[in-house]
Structure formats: C-alpha cells, structure tokens
C-alpha cells in the first residue's frame, strides 16, 4: 500500500517565490528522502532526514520532520523556472527494509518565469 | 560521465512478446534496484539486488525475472508482456541496503500495443 500521501497535488508559482510542499506517511521510519523528476527524466536524489533529525537545509531547500505527526514539508525559496518538475518524498521503514523505499504521489511544481 | 544508464530508453512492442531492459552503474555501488512507475506517477520498488542476491521481490507477476550477473548490472526480462505492463521502468543503485540516497537512470518507456 501507498506509504506517503502529498498535498498539494499541483502547485503553480512565480519565479522568486516560496514553494511549500507537504508529505504524510503513516509508519515509523529510518529516513525521509526528496527527490525531484524534471519531465522524462529520472529521480534526482535531494536530502535525506533521518528520524532523529527535525530540520535540514541544502541551499535553497529546507526540509523539516515531525515524527509525531507523521509528516514532513519540503520549502524550497526563490524558487526559478528551472525548479519547474515533480517533487517525491520516499520514506524507508523502520527496522530492516533493505532499502525499499515507499513513494508519495508526488507534487507537480511549475514555477513561471 | 552517466551514473546510471538503461538500455533501451523507449520499447515499443507486441503484446505476447518477451523483452529485456539492462541496466548498469558506475558508481561502484552494491545495491540496485528495479522501479515502476505508471501513468499516474506513481512509483513502485519491485526488485533489489545487493552483491547479486536478491533481497526485495515484492508482489511482482513471476513473468518478471531480474538477473544481476554482477555487482555493477542489473537485467530485467519481462515474459510474454500484457497490457498493464505498459509503465516506465526506472533502474536506481545505492552505496547500501537502504539507508542512503538512491542513484536513479532515466527510465525505459515500455509501451505494449
């Protein structure tokens, strides 16, 4: 079954704005990963946020966890055209999961310019 | 240099027929994993190999057959193909069984007329 569900579906912006994305997942955890997918291309790997951890930030990303809530947001500042893709989070379960990741549905990005 | 390549990027062919994907990595990684991800999104592990032994098989029709004849490849053999079987299949590699970033090719469009 579906582990992780995000909110919104799709999200249209301009150029130099904020862009929030939601992830909800419903078991415990080891990590929550980001990837991004431009159009007809594969995932590209963007943080990784271990359990213990509440916040992360790489550049223009920042990504928090709340465990007890079982979600986790993706802000992604000045947003330009070229961020414009489909944005995943993946969580991996706790215990021995061999790395089997489960996916959310994805946020669908487009940011004009 | 590509990290993660497939071959072939599109497959077009008959139902009833047998196919072959190939997959390999430079990233000396000892993990590899077979996704698939269909019209909505949605992506979904199916297989993961680490030094060539088979560690996830989820619920996949046994027409599937994975076979890794190294550490650095990957193969997916489909069997007598079905309509449904119409997705994009996505070969990714990790450093180890789960707890780091996935490496993702740029999938294998497989559509079945």
């Known amino acids: 079954s579906q582990q992780g569900e995000e909110d919104p579906q799709a999200l249209s912006i301009q150029e130099g704005e904020n862009a929030t994305m939601n992830c909800s997942y419903k078991?415990?955890?080891?990590?929550l990963q980001w990837y991004r997918q431009n159009s007809g291309r594969g995932l590209v790997h963007l943080i990784l946020?271990?359990?213990?951890?509440r916040e992360k930030h790489s550049g223009r990303l920042r990504v928090t966890l709340d465990t007890s809530k079982k979600s986790s947001s993706l802000l992604i500042t000045a947003s330009r055209a070229a961020d414009t893709a489909s944005y995943f989070c993946?969580?991996?379960?706790?215990?021995?999961?061999?790395?089997?990741?489960?996916f959310g549905q994805g946020t669908i990005l487009t940011v004009h310019p | 240099d590509t990290a993660v390549s497939q071959t072939p990027k599109y497959l077009v062919t008959q139902m009833g027929n047998d196919k072959s994907i190939k997959c390999e990595q430079n990233?000396?990684?000892?993990?590899m994993y077979w996704y698939k991800q269909d019209s909505k999104k949605f992506l979904k592990i199916m297989f993961s190999?680490?030094?060539?032994?088979?560690?996830i098989n989820e619920t996949v029709p046994n027409r599937f057959s994975p076979k890794s004849p190294d550490k650095a490849h990957l193969n997916l053999h489909i069997n007598s193909l079905e309509l449904g079987d119409s997705a994009v299949y996505f070969c990714?590699?990790?450093?180890?069984?789960?707890?780091?970033?996935?490496?993702f090719g740029d999938g294998t469009r497989l559509s079945i007329l």
């Open positions: 990714a590699s990790s450093s180890s069984t789960g707890d780091q970033p996935q490496h």
């Open positions: 078991t415990s955890i080891n990590n």
């Open positions: 946020i271990r359990s213990n951890e």
């Open positions: 993946a969580t991996l379960a706790g215990g021995t999961s061999y790395g089997k990741l489960t």
């Open positions: 990233l000396g990684h000892d993990t």
């Open positions: 190999y680490n030094n060539k032994e088979l560690i």
